[in-house]
């Protein structure tokens, strides 16, 4: 029998054991800007607000993206996986996605057991 959250549109995320779900944010054009993972709280406060908020594993707390660098990233839709445990968020960022002031977090390429800046 096929589990429910894979056939019926019922938001119903599978969250793990933290209670946290990934979230990874592209821009509408597809261009990828960071992964960061939201909790229930965090995802109702996105939907809310239509701002991304997340959870912070570091400082363990909700972290809405911008909350002091002004970068918040403006949510034009989401989706969640087949298996309701990954969220991609569509967002036009109002700055920098990275807190390094690279537009996107992945601003290095692994070349062997080097890294490379791409820009």
Excluded at 61 to 67: S, V
Excluded at 89 to 116: E, K, M, N, W
Aim: overall charge neutral; aromatic content about 6%; glycine content about 6%.
């Amino acid at each position: 029998m096929p589990d429910p959250r894979e056939t019926e549109l019922v938001l119903d995320p599978k969250y793990d054991a933290a209670g946290l779900v990934t979230a990874v944010v592209t821009t509408r054009a597809g261009a990828l800007l960071m992964v960061a993972h939201m909790n229930a709280e965090a995802l109702a406060a996105t939907q809310a607000s239509k701002e991304a908020t997340f959870w912070s594993r570091s400082r363990q707390r909700l972290w809405k993206k911008g909350e002091t660098s002004g970068n918040v990233l403006r949510v034009v839709e989401m989706r969640i996986d087949c298996d309701q445990d990954a969220i991609w968020v569509i967002a036009d960022p109002a700055g920098p996605a990275c807190h390094t002031g690279a537009t996107s977090c992945f601003y290095r390429r692994i070349d062997g057991d080097r890294l490379q800046a791409i820009g």
